[in-house]
């Protein structure tokens, strides 16, 4: 309870620019929206593991990232990849799985959210929140680790996984090592069984050199966390504090 607590305090949403729409960052995740420009993320290029459509291209492409790589293990869902990424030269899409070694493994499928709920892990408080999606297909797919593909060049990860995100990381240990900022989902209950919960994504990437930036969480005890490299929001809260103290320091007459 107390670090559920503690979560809790460094949660804190943070406030969307009025400009946000304006710019038309319609596809982009709010979240790396308000980020990035809270933070001044330098972001030389994205792994994104569970590309689903590919929608948020759209989004990289409007904050001019110039190196996108999507994996995506479902058949129909590559096939809607495929699509979208066509006209972003940027974009390098993977039909495969991640995890913490090669394998076969099977999804849980649906088809009434799109396919995007699909998950390696049974449904467990999604079927009573979302009891309309029914998991009634079985897909065999391939997996491997992320560490396999040698990527040094991308220095965000984003991860939606449906609970199977610290398998991901654990297969990822090596590309961690050139990640400055993750943006994953994580679930605070039993979503799925045996999901890995936001606790267990701190621990692992407290170790890693990671510090939690922000969570927010959903009324379905699952929401979007927000890690950075320690020594880069070391810097950057340093920064802020200075700011604000030469700001106090014009302002107060001597």
Known sequence: Y??????????????????????GCYYVDDLLLKIKRQFNMKINGILHVGGYDGEEVKGYDQLGI?????????????????????PYNSATCHQVALGRDESEMEMFVEEENGGQSSSFLQPKLHAEFYPQIQFKKREKVKVVTLD????????????????FELEVLKGAEKTLKTIDYIITEANVGEIFE?????????????????????????????????????????????????????????????
């Open 2 to 23: 107390r670090l559920y607590q503690t979560i809790v305090a460094r949660s804190q949403a943070l406030p969307l620019p009025d400009s946000a729409h304006d710019e």
């Open 66 to 86: 110039k190196q996108v790589v999507f994996f995506e293990p479902l058949k129909s869902n590559f096939e809607k990849l495929l699509k979208t990424v066509l």
């Open 148 to 163: 396999s593909y040698g990527y040094t060049s991308c220095n965000m990860l984003v991860m939606d996984t449906q609970g």
């Open 194 to 254: 045996g999901c890995a919960k936001l606790e267990q994504l701190i621990f692992f990437l407290e170790e890693k050199g990671f510090t939690l930036i922000s969570f927010n969480q959903n009324e379905f005890l699952w929401g979007e966390a927000f890690f950075m490299r320690k020594d880069l929001a070391v810097k950057h809260y340093r920064d802020k504090a200075d700011k604000l103290q030469r700001q106090a320091a014009i302002t107060i007459p001597v």
